[in-house]
């Protein structure tokens, strides 16, 4: 089992920047690879980003590339989503979740049944 706790969201302004961090317990967390998601109102859940146990591999969402960071720190068993030069359309409730297969080269883990366990999530609002 693991337990995923996010916090960070909030009401921000186009242009800001936000971190959202992600508290994971249950299981070693170097044990996991992590993704974040999120989620609109009336939407279907997608992919934001990605990153591997030991941190040697990340990737993202092409809306987000550039822009959106992710980290983990192993020690503090904790993973970071670092948003910067947001946009009106990143408006979502974003989640974290892990994944407790092991990375498989040419299978990337974008889709939200790869992962095993959820946060319950934390909103992000951009105001234009």
């Known amino acids: 089992q693991v337990q995923l706790v996010e916090s960070g969201g909030g009401l921000v302004q186009a242009g800001d920047s936000l971190r959202l961090s992600c508290a994971a317990s249950?299981?070693?967390?170097?044990?996991?690879?992590m993704g974040w998601f999120r989620q609109s109102p009336g939407k279907e859940r997608e992919f934001v980003g990605y990153?591997?146990?030991?941190?040697?591999?990340?990737y993202y969402a092409n809306t987000v590339q550039g822009r959106f960071t992710i980290s983990r720190d192993n020690a503090k068993n904790t993973v970071y989503l670092q948003m910067n030069s947001l946009k009106f359309e990143d408006t979502a409730v974003y989640y974290c979740a892990a994944s407790l297969a092991p990375l498989t080269l040419g299978i990337y883990k974008t889709s939200a049944e790869k992962y095993d366990y959820w946060g319950q999530g934390t909103q992000v609002t951009v105001s234009s």
């Open positions: 990153i591997s146990r030991s941190s040697r591999v990340t």
């Open positions: 249950g299981r070693t967390f170097s044990s996991v690879d």
